[in-house]
């Protein structure tokens, strides 16, 4: 028996390979199996070739594999395609009807059944996707009822009909299969799971659920890939806990009415992609300049302009840091898991009201959209900070105003509410004294630039690096953001191997850089590898910006649309370290 296989759906998009994804990958869960998700789509709404891959393990994992062991093809440019990512000993089941054939030199088994005969037979073929699921699960000798409880969870609501007929197509799939083969394969007979049930979500989807845990009530948006499950998912929660989202007509008009409904007291968010990030930038200085909390999630893609975008990359990390005409305090985090997305952003929304600064929360295309096991969440992690929000306020003296802007030694004001007594200040995006009346006077400006800027002079969120460097002098340090982590780990297992002694680094507090933590690691390391998305070494900048040690750093860059194979990543760090003995 085997501890892990991955398998991969492909076709035309429209065609139902999303839908039999979700069908086999929550029947896996089911049994308690670890999963990892990655979705290749075309950026139109029907047509072009997608495929889902999913990686199924008995142990966590958090990276895609660098090989294939089933693949599920409803065409030919599927296997075409995805055939040179299958292990010798592959299996490739395939509709018949389009006559599969297997590319010259791939070493595979390739079944060929009447996906589309057998769906129509029962009435329509837009069950095939069902025979398919059906014969490629039969293939692992895994319990069918409980791909047929998956199903009925799926088509339930379209009536127990519906349930019955896709119940069958599953079922006639993996008798015509099984019958080809002769049983199951024992080469891909999988290991029991634990049998716990584990949480199975997205980036996105935590990034909601941490949203409605920090309290938040206004999301407003405009859809944009890959961040647009963030707001299907508040559609449909933020309304049970009294809260709405507000689909705007574009970017700029959803940022303001952030900033506008967290002037007002209600904790808000936007959530966009590079091309709406950028629609932001000037906004995001009016929040800088009148010192309103503001929550902006940047799920990156492929740029620049429309560029790839249902592709992976890392390339929004300059605009994030330094985007904005003029200097204000902001705070950028990258999440590294899908825990993190849901902690990550209720600290978010803690930072912006503690500090009165925005704070942008970066994500990329696989972390938001590659579906992944975690472990349950901790709800009893979740603390509510408002800051220096007052409500109860003393009674101003005849034309006194409140010192919203007032001078502190921490650089961070009171704050008060539309409405409240003792509270009555002026707020304008020009600058301002501390009563946020208009003023030019060259001390104050000053003044308030000083105070500004340095209320995140000791700003360190919890884990600012994530550190695993099990030697003091690793002979490799591997240091990425976001996505990679599961990568690194995977490609450090087989340095290790060969004999090296290896290091990782996260870094998930990209602005303010924490310099200070991870200077000793860079100093301590043999070759430092930088691994990120991007084809100008963005990240490999804020570290020797802030850090220095150019010398030893080496950046692998990967930005063609595909997230690193760990097997990339083990090659190249072999050959950046130049380590006799590997």
Excluded at 228 to 257: C, H, N, R, W
Aim: proline share 6%.
């Amino acid at each position: 028996m085997i501890s892990q296989l991955s398998w991969k759906i492909g076709g035309q998009q429209g065609e139902g390979v999303e839908s039999t994804d979700r069908i086999f990958s929550t029947a896996l869960n089911r049994l308690g199996y670890y999963l990892y998700g990655y979705r290749h789509f075309s950026s139109r709404i029907k047509g072009g070739h997608t495929n889902n891959k999913i990686r199924i393990s008995t142990q966590p994992i958090r990276a895609i594999s660098d090989d294939l062991d089933i693949l599920v093809a409803f065409d030919q440019e599927s296997i075409d395609l995805n055939a040179p990512e299958l292990r010798p000993g592959g299996v490739v089941v395939a509709d018949a009807k389009f006559k599969p054939e297997l590319p010259e030199g791939i070493d595979a088994r390739l079944f060929a059944v009447p996906i589309t005969a057998i769906a129509e037979e029962l009435g329509t073929s837009l069950m095939k996707n069902m025979v398919a699921s059906g014969a490629s699960w039969a293939l692992l000798g895994l319990p069918l009822e409980v791909f047929n409880q998956a199903v009925e969870e799926e088509f339930g609501r379209k009536g127990p009909a519906i349930v019955e007929k896709n119940v069958e197509a599953v079922k006639r799939g993996a008798e015509f299969v099984l019958g080809q083969a002769g049983g199951p394969l024992e080469a891909f007979a999988l290991e029991p799971a634990d049998g716990k049930q584990k949480l199975f979500m997205i980036g996105n989807e935590a990034i909601g659920l941490g949203t409605v845990a920090a309290g938040c009530r206004l999301m407003s948006a405009y859809p944009i890939t890959p961040a647009s499950e963030i707001m299907e998912y508040l559609i449909k929660k933020l309304p049970k806990f009294g809260g709405t989202v507000v689909q705007t007509e574009d970017e700029i008009a959803a940022v303001t009415m952030a900033i506008g409904a967290n002037y007002a007291g209600v904790r808000t968010m936007t959530a966009s992609a590079g091309p709406g990030l950028s629609l932001m930038m000037e906004a995001i200085g009016l929040a800088g300049m009148t010192e309103q909390p503001l929550v902006i999630v940047d799920t990156q893609r492929g740029g620049p302009s429309t560029g790839l975008p249902t592709k992976q990359e890392q390339s929004d990390l300059n605009a994030m840091v330094y985007g904005t005409h003029g200097e204000i305090p902001k705070v950028v985090i990258a999440p590294a898991s899908i825990e993190d997305c849901f902690y990550d952003t209720v600290e978010a929304f803690n930072i912006a009201e503690e500090y009165q600064v925005p704070v942008i929360l970066m994500t990329d295309l696989q972390l938001s959209l590659g579906k992944q096991s975690c472990e349950p969440l901790d709800y009893d992690r979740i603390e509510i900070r408002r800051g220096k929000l007052q409500r109860e306020l003393p009674e101003l003296e005849p034309n006194v105003l409140f010192k919203r802007y007032e001078l502190t030694e921490d650089g961070v004001s009171p704050r008060s509410l539309p409405g409240d007594k003792g509270g009555l200040h002026h707020v304008t995006g020009v600058e301002h004294d501390e009563t946020g009346r208009p003023s030019e006077n060259a001390l104050n400006r000053k003044r308030m630039m000083d105070k500004r800027l340095g209320k995140l002079a000791n700003l360190l969120i919890p884990e600012a690096i994530r550190v695993d460097v099990p030697q003091e002098r690793p002979d490799i340090l591997i240091v990425g953001m976001g996505s990679t982590g599961g990568t690194i780990e995977e490609a450090r297992t087989r340095l290790e191997r060969d004999g090296a002694s290896t290091g990782q680094i996260q870094i998930r507090q990209i602005h303010p850089f924490p310099a200070e933590q991870l200077a000793p690691y860079l100093e301590a390391a043999g070759t430092v590898i930088v691994l990120e998305n991007n084809a100008t070494a963005q990240l490999a900048a804020q570290i020797k910006l802030h850090c220095g040690r150019a010398d030893k750093i080496r950046s692998l860059l990967k930005y063609d649309g595909n997230p690193f194979l760990p097997s990339e990543v083990y090659e190249a760090s072999k050959e950046m370290s130049q380590i006799g003995h590997i």
